[in-house]
């Protein structure tokens, strides 16, 4: 994703909030296992 807009990155919904969210860096190797927006969402599942 180097070189990349932030307004081109790929985006999801949170399955807790239902709030999009961008992609992160953090989240580069797991990028399709990621489901929640914050570790708050992750935690109220």
């Not at 180097?2 to 909030?17: F, R, S, T, Y």
């Not at 239902?18 to 708050?40: I, Q």
């Amino acid at each position: 994703m180097k070189g990349v807009k932030k307004e081109n990155l790929p985006a999801k919904i949170c399955m807790h909030c239902n709030k999009p969210f961008s992609w992160r860096k953090k989240w580069e190797k797991n990028w399709n296992e990621v489901k929640y927006c914050s570790d708050r969402c992750r935690k109220q599942k």
